[in-house]
């Protein structure tokens, strides 16, 4: 046995044959709370520092404009913005309704990336277009979402959070006084408008010639676009298929109208054709615009159609006929064989009992839509005629379309377009937008006048067959002393 010295705190502890010099253990055991010490005080200085760079999850809703004119375009962004990891606990609201305005979104959500006060921010965020309905304030409202802090502490489920944004209101002015009161309202940042023609080079007497205009407006839907009125010479049929409404969002909502016009000519000379405009109103410079199209002029050429009809009733000498020659009186025609006349006595019948056939069916048609229930349509009326005047003018508006939608069988969309393709419809808009838009203390429009005028030209396009006559009749008749055709 071996017998050491007591060694002192801090000596060195000879080691036995074979084993390393070791320290004495009780200096060794005061070292490892001295370091735990060191580093929590550094790990909390971190923290501290770590801090400043953090910001809570924030969600916000911004717009690009403080005040807005009735129908036009708002542009409004929806963002979620946070510096940590967070994780969605539902889905990020959407703005869908609103009232008295109609929003339009851009698509799902997509990321974000932006610094604000020297802090690193990711995100998502949703884009919309509101347009709104009627003027005064507009309230965008506040959105709720749920969501769970991820903590960079080991072991630390994260913290549920409850974040919401702030409403915004708007201000919704109405329609300007400097704005026509003989144009449809029609509020966009761009409009143009293009006037496409085929080869007018070679034109001539009863050659279809097709039309089309087209208005791209830029910060409006394609309903917003108003009918374009194109007038065409007096020499000319005009045909008008209906309009085509097409609609994209492409960071802003993009309308384009679409009508298509067959111009047939019915006399040959030099004709100009007016130019087309569309009165606007520029919500970029808050101004009054107009896009116009040039007149256009056309040189048609060949035979009226009075020439024609001549040249049709004596038709040149083809190779079967013969032509009796100046000199000599034409021969009497032989007597025709029995079984020739009584395949035209056949035939004749046969036509007047196909004739006979046609009318009676058309009269057992008209019996048949006589001999319904009475139509409800002029009771509603009168019922929709008292109910108008105890609304607001926006609620007046929306009563109308609701109740045009009803008879027509049609939904809101094509029964407002409906209106917006006809002249008749078109002055009844715009009598029940003139209250909603100018408040101007004017006395209202009647609406009786205007709703039985639509009526009536809606009942009338079902009824008829044939609205237009034949592109290409066999025996034309005089053309009709038309004047402007829109």
């Not at 309230?139 to 709720?144: D, L, M, N």
């Not at 676009?225 to 993009?254: K, M, T, W």
């Not at 069988?409 to 377009?417: N, T």
């Amino acid at each position: 046995m071996v017998t050491r010295p007591l060694a002192q705190r801090g000596d060195a502890i000879e080691p036995l044959a074979g084993e390393p010099p070791r320290r004495h253990p009780a200096r060794h055991a005061l070292a490892p709370p001295c370091r735990r010490l060191f580093a929590a005080a550094a790990l909390a200085t971190l923290a501290s520092v770590s801090s400043r760079a953090v910001a809570q999850p924030i969600l916000e809703t911004v717009a690009d404009r403080e005040r807005v004119h009735v129908h036009a375009e708002l542009a409004v962004t929806r963002r979620l913005l946070h510096s940590t990891p967070v994780r969605l606990l539902e889905a990020l609201p959407a703005l869908t309704d609103m009232d008295g305005a109609m929003v339009v979104p851009h698509g799902p959500p997509e990321p974000v990336e932006l610094e604000r006060d020297g802090i690193a921010l990711e995100g998502v965020r949703q884009r919309f277009s509101v347009f709104p309905e009627r003027s005064g304030p507009l309230v965008i409202p506040e959105a709720t979402v749920r969501l769970s802090v991820r903590d960079q502490a080991p072991g630390n489920r994260g913290q549920v959070l409850r974040i919401v944004s702030s409403p915004m209101t708007i201000d919704v002015a109405p329609m300007p006084d400097s704005y026509p009161s003989n144009s449809a309202w029609f509020p966009a940042e761009d409009v143009t408008l293009r006037d496409e023609w085929p080869d007018t080079s070679d034109l001539g007497v009863g050659k279809p010639i097709d039309r089309v205009l087209t208005v791209t407006a830029r910060g409006a839907p394609a309903s917003a676009i108003p009918p374009l009125i194109a007038r065409s010479p007096a020499a000319f049929r005009s045909y008008p298929a209906p309009a085509e409404l097409n609609e994209r969002v492409d960071g802003a909502v993009s309308g384009e109208r679409v009508e298509r016009r067959t111009l047939i000519p019915t006399s040959a000379g030099a004709f100009v054709v007016p130019s087309v405009e569309v009165v606007w109103w520029n919500t970029r410079t808050d101004t009054l615009a107009t896009t116009i199209v040039p007149v256009k002029r056309l040189t048609v050429t060949g035979s009226t159609p009075t020439a024609n009809r001549e040249r049709s009733a004596n038709p040149a000498p083809t190779e079967d006929s013969v032509v009796p020659s100046p000199a000599q009186e034409p021969e009497a025609a032989p007597n025709m064989p029995w079984q020739t006349l009584v395949l035209a006595t056949v035939a004749a019948i046969g036509w007047c009992l196909a004739l006979y056939l046609a009318v009676r069916n058309r009269g057992n048609q008209r019996h048949a839509q006589s001999a319904k229930p009475p139509n409800r349509a002029t009771p509603s009326l009168q019922a929709l005629l008292r109910r108008l005047p105890k609304r607001s003018p926006a609620e007046a508006k929306a009563v109308t379309l609701d109740w045009l939608s009803e008879h027509w069988q049609q939904p809101r969309v094509q029964a407002l377009q409906r209106l917006q393709s006809t002249s008749t419809g078109q002055d009844l808009l715009n009598a029940l937008n003139d209250p909603i838009y100018r408040q101007r203390p004017d006395k209202p429009k009647d609406l009786e006048p205007l709703l039985r005028a639509v009526l009536a030209q809606g009942e009338g396009a079902e009824m008829a067959n044939d609205p237009l006559p034949s592109l290409y009749p066999s025996t034309p008749s005089a053309p009709p002393a038309e004047a402007v055709h829109s």
